[in-house]
C-alpha cells in the first residue's frame, strides 16, 4: 500500500514570498490532516479535512495560511506572504474511516522542510 | 485544550530499558497514542491505549492510567536503531490528536 506522498520535500524562500504544499493521502482515507512542526516541538495541527470540507481549521492563521481539498483526495497548503516564524516541517497525515469503536490512526507523509529567510 | 508533558532527553546504552513517561491534562479523552520519529522523518504509530493498563507489543509496550492522566513508553533491549523522538499523543473527545513536544532517546554503544 503505498504511503502519503508530499512535495516539495525541501523548500527554501525569502520573507514575503508564497509557497505551497502539495499531499496525496493514502487511497480510501476520507480524512486529512495539514500539520506543523517547529523544530523541537510536536506536531501543530493547522487544518483537518473530512472528504473536500473543512472541520476544524481553528489553529490555522488564516490572514496567510489557506488549504483546500478540492476533490476529496490530494490537498494543498498555501503561505503568502510567508515569515521568518513559518519555518518548519509541514507534516500531511491521512487516517481511514472509523470502524465502530476501532479509532483511527493516523498516517504521516515524509513532511516538507521549509526554511523562511 | 490539552497541556501534554514529556521529558526533553533521555540517554541510555544499548540493551538495557528507558521508560519515557507523559503526563496530560485534558478537557476531553478519547486515547492515547505513541509515536516514533527518527530525525527528519515522519511520525511512525508505536502504540494506542484507551483503556487502563499495560499493552506490551514486543520490545515496546504503554501504560495509562486515566485516574492519574498518565502515560509511560517502555522501551526493552534498546538497539542503536531505536534513538529518536517519541512523541506521547492525546485524541480528545472530537478526535483531534495533541501531540507533546517529543522525548529524544539516544542510545549509547
Known amino acids: 500500500e503505498a504511503g502519503v506522498a508530499q512535495s516539495p520535500r525541501y523548500k527554501i524562500i525569502e520573507k514575503r514570498q508564497s509557497v505551497a504544499f502539495w499531499c496525496n493521502p493514502i487511497?480510501?482515507?476520507?480524512?486529512l490532516y495539514w500539520y506543523q512542526q517547529i523544530l523541537g516541538q510536536g506536531p501543530k495541527l493547522l487544518i483537518q479535512?473530512?472528504?473536500?470540507?473543512?472541520?476544524?481549521d481553528s489553529q490555522l492563521p488564516k490572514d496567510r495560511f489557506s488549504a483546500e481539498r478540492l476533490k476529496g483526495v490530494d490537498s494543498t497548503l498555501k503561505i503568502q506572504p510567508a515569515k521568518l516564524e513559518d519555518s518548519a516541517v509541514y507534516l500531511c497525515?491521512?487516517?481511514?474511516?472509523?470502524?465502530?469503536?476501532?479509532?483511527?490512526?493516523?498516517?504521516f507523509g515524509p513532511g516538507t522542510r521549509l526554511l523562511v529567510l | 485544550g490539552q497541556n501534554i508533558d514529556q521529558p526533553t532527553e533521555m540517554t541510555a546504552t544499548e540493551g538495557a530499558i528507558v521508560q519515557i513517561n507523559c503526563t496530560y491534562q485534558t478537557s476531553g479523552f478519547n486515547g492515547l497514542f505513541w509515536y516514533q520519529q527518527h530525525a527528519g522523518e515522519a511520525p511512525t504509530f508505536l502504540s494506542y491505549?484507551?483503556?487502563?493498563g499495560l499493552e506490551e507489543k514486543g520490545r515496546f509496550s504503554s501504560f495509562l492510567s486515566r485516574s492519574k492522566g498518565y502515560s509511560y513508553l517502555l522501551l526493552k533491549e534498546l538497539q542503536m536503531k531505536d534513538s529518536a523522538s517519541y512523541l506521547c499523543a492525546v485524541l480528545s473527545n472530537d478526535y483531534k490528536l495533541s501531540f507533546g513536544a517529543g522525548t529524544t532517546v539516544t542510545v549509547r554503544a
Open positions: 487511497s480510501g482515507h476520507a480524512t
Open positions: 497525515a491521512s487516517s481511514p474511516p472509523g470502524q465502530g469503536h476501532l479509532v483511527e490512526t493516523q498516517y
Open positions: 479535512f473530512q472528504n473536500n470540507g473543512v472541520v476544524d
Open positions: 491505549n484507551v483503556l487502563d
